[in-house]
């Protein structure tokens, strides 16, 4: 049996819906169910149902074999896993936001859910940045002034539109991607093979 860690909530709805053209129906609705584990006897898959900074975990110590999480996630976790699928789903940017009157060499202090990606990614650019970690609603703080930008998914861009802030430079693009443990990736060869070729079959 595969098991696969799904990044609840947003990711997953998507996901799912392609899992499911793909021939891979889940014994229970995924979105609605208690449960953190089920198996699909007939595809020979076990789902395992996590919290999406956790699936990197799980894949990377072979807790799952496989996992389904936003690129996001895997540029702040840097985990040492493969990737094997982009599929396409949950697409929007990480981007630089701020005040429209200010730009990025003004900044010193920068709101975020990915602090290990963004300290990196101002040492990079030889700026020294105070990072400061936010768990959510990351727009709020240039607006009271804890920080002088974000860096923050941009999906629509109503949420920046709707706070007076605007885009200072897109830095990557995320979609939701599939994962494998590396030795996993090995040894069981032909189940990922088969499953990942069902998967491209449908995007
Ligand atoms: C995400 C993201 C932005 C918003 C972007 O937040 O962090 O705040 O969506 O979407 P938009 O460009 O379509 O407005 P989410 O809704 O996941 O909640 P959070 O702020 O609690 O992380």
């Given at each position: 049996?595969?098991?696969?860690?799904?990044?609840?909530?947003?990711?997953?709805?998507?996901?799912?819906a392609?899992?499911?053209?793909?021939?891979?129906?889940?014994?229970?609705n995924?979105?609605?169910?208690?449960?953190?584990?089920?198996?699909?006897?007939?595809?020979?898959?076990?789902?395992?149902?996590?919290?999406?900074?956790?699936?990197?975990?799980?894949?990377?110590?072979?807790?799952?074999?496989?996992?389904?999480?936003?690129?996001?996630?895997?540029?702040?976790?840097?985990?040492?896993?493969?990737?094997?699928?982009?599929?396409?789903?949950?697409?929007?940017?990480?981007?630089?936001?701020?005040?429209?009157?200010?730009?990025?060499?003004?900044?010193?202090?920068?709101?975020?859910k990915?602090?290990n990606?963004?300290?990196?990614?101002?040492?990079?650019?030889?700026?020294?940045?105070?990072?400061?970690?936010?768990?959510?609603?990351?727009?709020?703080?240039?607006?009271?002034?804890?920080?002088?930008?974000?860096?923050?998914?941009?999906?629509?861009?109503?949420?920046?539109e709707?706070?007076?802030?605007?885009?200072?430079?897109?830095?990557?693009?995320?979609?939701?991607?599939?994962?494998?443990?590396?030795?996993?990736?090995?040894?069981?060869?032909?189940?990922?093979?088969?499953?990942?070729?069902?998967?491209?079959?449908?995007?």
């Amino acid at each position: 049996m595969l098991t696969i860690a799904m990044a609840k909530g947003r990711v997953m709805k998507a996901a799912v819906a392609l899992m499911e053209q793909a021939g891979y129906l889940p014994p229970e609705n995924l979105e609605k169910t208690r449960k953190l584990i089920l198996n699909d006897e007939k595809n020979q898959i076990r789902y395992l149902l996590a919290k999406p900074v956790d699936v990197p975990t799980y894949v990377e110590r072979g807790a799952a074999d496989l996992g389904v999480v936003g690129k996001d996630v895997l540029l702040e976790a840097n985990s040492d896993v493969h990737e094997l699928l982009d599929l396409g789903t949950g697409r929007c940017q990480l981007s630089i936001a701020g005040p429209p009157d200010r730009d990025i060499n003004q900044v010193r202090r920068v709101g975020t859910k990915y602090p290990n990606y963004t300290s990196a990614y101002f040492l990079r650019r030889n700026q020294q940045v105070e990072t400061i970690y936010l768990n959510g609603s990351v727009e709020l703080a240039p607006l009271i002034g804890l920080a002088d930008c974000i860096v923050d998914l941009v999906e629509t861009g109503r949420t920046l539109e709707e706070n007076g802030l605007v885009t200072w430079l897109s830095l990557e693009d995320i979609s939701t991607r599939l994962i494998a443990n590396r030795g996993s990736y090995q040894l069981r060869a032909e189940e990922i093979d088969r499953f990942t070729k069902r998967m491209r079959a449908v995007l």
